[in-house]
């Protein structure tokens, strides 16, 4: 079996492709996109690639100021050209699950700005059906429980609080996630997104609709790059 540290490295490099001089872009959280963050870093000191980057997390921001790549925040600009980021799964129509990593609300407003989406992923990332991750929702801590009750009764499902050691994670924006164990059975997830952002205790729900352009999937045959053709890179 190829080694999936590897085969995330694979995959995060080859993206790099989509990046060239001038760009503005965004990026993503998780062991995957690391590899590109750090092969931005290395293109722009050895080869003269000029971009700036704006982070999806503190740990990205953290490795990109290592790397030497210059960030901005998204209220100095207008727009991004494009955001590579990771996956936790995703289906034939391109839909997503994130927030794997807790990132997923400023993933999705850095997503949302950016005129095109390059997930980086190896092949354990690709699903018929979402679900099988557990759906990652960030919640606001007042409350929580009243949320939890509420997403479970939506859901039919068990949801939970992540956890980290004694006490819950908390993310970036100083909210909660709730995992709900829907299994591989969401067959529509606009749908589904809509209805979980009614809850008013819901920040943000890890289901990234539509936003999708291309994957770069690693597996043991090698690296592969595939078009969305209803996606803005096509
Ligand atoms: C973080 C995310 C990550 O992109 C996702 O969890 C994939 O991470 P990895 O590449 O480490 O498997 O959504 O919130």
Redesign the pocket.
Known sequence: MADVEAL?REAGIEACKFVTNGMKVGL??????KHTVIELGRRMAEEGLEIIGVPT?LATEKLAIEVGIPLVELSQIDGLDIVI????EYDPNFQLI???????LR?KIVAQESAGMVV??DDR?RVEKLGAFPL?IEVTPFSQEATVRKLSRLLDCRVNIRMAGNGPVITDNGNMIADAHTGPNITNPIDLESKILLIAGVVQV?LFNDMCDAVVLAGANGVETIINPNGRLN
């Open positions: 995330k993503g959280t998780g062991s995957t996109v997390s980021d990771g996956a936790d994130k927030g794997g990593g807790a990132a997923l993933e980086v992923a990332k990652p890890g």
